[in-house]
């Protein structure tokens, strides 16, 4: 016996022992012990309890608290485990059930339906006690059909058919429906179909916001036979009291073009559900993957306010587009800058971030309350992300908290500090940082940037007007990208005075000029020696002091125009643009880096990325370099990181 019947045949014999024993209680008790099961539900249904509340969030979120939406999804589990226990009351209701505990609103546009004779479609979403709706609608007087899908587990399909039909409900199944929906419609007779879980097959349009995939065969048959749609919703009102709402016959617009008129008919009808799913939201089936069909995907990106951090996450995300974009998928990238309110703050969290888990810090985020401001949580509120990325191990336990809270997948570039990667769908990790060899973690051999040609060329043309310097594309121009102080290092003012006379002698010999920017960590001393060694050079066409007047362009555009570039070498970001750039990239030597950069830099140069030069020889290394003009080589990072996501997406 396989699994699947081993699972049909057990359900089987427990739902037709279980149905007696619930029908011989109280209406009450029933009904108690289908909230009692909801419960249960909520709190070991850890998996679909999370996609719930992360349904609610991205659809209701602007108009319920955080504490609401934890309040929502605990009560939509009860109205489940009641709709459910009301399955086993089916054989048990009669007239005298209907006419006490059941309202309908709306009737009358039941009858005007009718009146029309070209037949009548109940139109619902997967709310309320869906079963019960049926046999509600098979004994209002009117003959009704219901459209079934067949379940995977014969034998419980069978019995729950039974029970459908024990209350005049007449089963059409939906692989031989459409013959017999046609004959049903023109005999003016009602079926009753749902609009929501449209499939692969279904019409995407908005639903709260997002594309989501809609079914179109009611409104093809409406289109096609002049049938009427009555939007329909069920509602529980108090234990056994319910209201089903009839609202007035929906007016299907017509242009003679199907495909374009199930579309059009389908936006309008939205807004109907999605008003009546805002009033009664308990009711709605939230733990279903509502948006999985949808042609959009929201990236967004955590900052910390580090520039290289950011630059990298930017680069993540711009990968993250392109392949979706592949697959007909728009992505919509937004930042959001990270605040803690202290510094105390930020470790307070990374240390209770060990104390998280997938689910449990759903619906809580205490620990994002209590140690990020205020503007930083409102904005991170206010997002329904499907991607998080981030670099730093600071926004790590960022990212893994709020990708809990949305369900959504999560990308960190570097370690995540004391977090283990295997919490996080991607981890990015430079080799140097000798990542650990687990299934979701890539080796990467530099650092990621935006840098690409397109880059390239739109930096070059923002530089020349910021700078407004006639700085020519065709010119020979020398790079000279100089960092700063960093953790237990210092860029001494007499390495860059040696610096600068060397790429002015090679200056000379190649008949080039120089275009030269800081960094917002060189020291006043350092910039103090640019200045002078350059304020009266010819040669200097751009000099740009970042900590007086900072032209986000300059690194960038000095890359764009280069035909050579030196570097600092206490910067792996820096290297690895200038790197990426297919520039050719001469890195000058210093003392007091770290071992983690040492390790990067003596890589770098043995696969050729880069050329390491003492200070004092850089002149005829440049000069050689440019005579001889040898590749530039570059690390297949991005191609990598392209793949990796393409299969994560």
Known sequence: MSKDSAIDYISYILFKALGPFVRMLPLGVSLFLGRRLGDLLYYFDLKHKAIAHANIKRALGNKLSHAQICRLTK????????????????????????????????RENIEAAFKKGKGVIFLAVHAG???????????????????????????????????????GCKILHRQNQTRELIEVLKRNESIGVTVDQGGRDGVLVKFFGKEASMATGALRLALKYDSVILPAYHVRINGPYAKVIIKPPFEVAKSGNM??????????????????????????????KIWKYSKERNILILNDGKTGHLRQSQAVAALAARELQASGIKANVRTVEVKFKNKLSQAVLAFSSLLSGKYICQGCLLCLKKTLNEASLESFMKENPDIIISAGSSLAPVNYLLSRANTARSVVLMRPGLMSVKRFSLAIIPRHDHPPKVANVLAT????????????????????????????????????????????????????????RQVKLAAESLDADILVTTSRRTSKEAEAVVKDELRDYPRAKLVVIANELNIPEAVGGILGLSRIVVSSAE??????????????????????????HKRFIDEFAKQKYIYLVPAGQLSKRLVQLMTD??????????????QRLKKLL
């Open 629 to 642: 003009k040898p590749e530039a080589h570059m690390p297949k990072d991005r191609l990598l990181i392209s």
């Open 75 to 106: 009560g939509s589990y009860r109205a489940f485990g009641q709709n459910f226990i009301e399955i086993f009351l089916i054989p048990s209701i009669d007239e005298k059930y209907l006419f006490k505990y059941i309202t309908v609103e709306g």
């Open 129 to 167: 006690s869906w079963e019960l709706s049926n046999v509600i609608c098979s004994n209002l007087g009117f003959p009704f059909n219901f459209v079934v899908r067949e379940q995977r587990h014969p034998r419980l399909n069978e019995l729950l058919n039974h029970y459908r039909s024990l209350k």
């Open 445 to 500: 051999e530099g650092a990621l940037n935006l840098i690409d040609g397109e880059y390239l060329r739109d930096q070059s043309r923002h530089l020349a007007q910021a700078s407004e310097l006639s700085l020519q594309p065709s010119a020979y121009y020398i790079g000279l990208l100089l960092g700063g102080d960093a953790r237990k290092f210092i860029l001494k003012k007499e390495e860059v005075r040696e610096v600068i």
């Open 259 to 288: 495909d374009f008129d199930v579309r059009e008919n389908l936006l309008r009808l939205m807004p109907v559900y999605e008003r009546l799913i805002a009033e009664y939201p308990r009711e709605y089936m939230w733990t279903y």
């Open 571 to 596: 910067s792996i970001s820096m290297i690895c643009e200038a790197v990426a750039s297919a520039k050719i990239t001469v890195v000058f030597q210093s003392e007091g880096l770290s071992n983690k």
